[in-house]
């Protein structure tokens, strides 16, 4: 069973907006905290922002203003809402969640989805 499934991205022009969404599968019993992180070519991957069980969100600093992470479904499904992109949000964008199964403690990532931003 894939654990997570995510959708959205794709081509836009700066100063649009995109949607991402992820939700994780039965697989995952409890769900601590889900996330959206990015990567460049010859870059490490890097946080853009999570939201934990609580509510409680972080954002990368670049995405301040502009990105809002909620959850819905009882924590098991994250949306990021990008608005005004830029270039520099050109990515490929990865879900992270992080909770329980039946056995252990676990963090799993989504495949990749790609954000192409247009100048």
């Known amino acids: 069973q894939v654990p997570l499934v995510e959708s959205g991205g794709g ?4 100063g649009e907006s995109l949607r991402l969404s992820c939700t994780a599968s039965e697989a995952i019993l409890t769900v ?10 010859g870059k490490q991957r890097s946080l853009v ?6 509510g409680r969100t972080n954002y990368a ?3 301040k203003g502009r990105f809002t ?3 819905a479904n009882a924590g098991r499904t994250a949306y990021l809402q990008m608005d ?5 949000d050109t990515a490929d964008y990865y879900c992270n969640t992080q909770g329980f199964d039946s056995v252990r403690f676990r ?11 247009s100048s």
Not at 11 to 14: K, S
Not at 84 to 88: E, G, V, W
């Open 32 to 41: 601590t905290a889900m996330g959206w992180y990015r990567q460049v070519p």
């Open 49 to 54: 922002a999570t939201i934990a069980s609580g």
């Open 69 to 71: 992470i909620a959850s």
């Open 84 to 88: 005004n992109l830029n270039s520099d």
């Open 107 to 117: 963090t799993d990532w989504s495949r990749e989805t790609q954000v192409t931003v």
């Open 11 to 14: 081509l836009v022009q700066a």
């Open 61 to 63: 600093d670049s995405v």
